[in-house]
């Protein structure tokens, strides 16, 4: 059992950064891949970005490449999003999600939310013009 619990979110401005974090209970938590996930109202929960159980290997959605970044640091369970050049469309709840089995290799990456185990409650992130 994996109990996952985000902060970080918050508003911030068009261009502006944030970092999340999502801190992780159990011993386990160095044997699931991470992902995170973003819900914007009336649309469905699509992958952000995912990071495999070692941290050698990542995967980031082309709306979000050059300007996110994913990393965990398994002696403290947590696994972080840094956000940065935010824009209007970035506005969404973030949830982090782990994954026993999800692959992380570039196009064989688990992306559909069936393939992740444990999920987080979300932080909102808002970003104003």
């Known amino acids: 059992q994996v109990q996952l619990v985000e902060s970080g979110g918050g508003l911030v401005q068009a261009g502006g950064s944030l970092r999340l974090s999502c801190a992780a209970s159990?011993?386990?938590?160095?044997?699931?891949?991470m992902g995170w996930f973003r819900q914007a109202p009336g649309k469905e929960r699509d992958i952000v970005a995912a990071?495999?159980?070692?941290?050698?290997?990542?995967y980031y959605a082309d709306s979000v490449k050059g300007r996110f970044t994913i990393s965990r640091d398994n002696a403290k369970n947590t696994v972080f999003l840094q956000m940065s050049s935010l824009k209007l469309e970035d506005t969404a709840v973030y949830y982090c999600a782990a994954g026993r089995r999800a692959v992380v290799a570039g196009s064989r990456t688990a992306r559909d939310p069936d393939e992740y185990d444990y999920w987080g409650q979300g932080t909102q992130v808002t970003v104003s013009s």
């Open positions: 159990g011993r386990t938590f160095s044997s699931y891949a």
């Open positions: 990071i495999s159980w070692g941290g050698s290997s990542t």
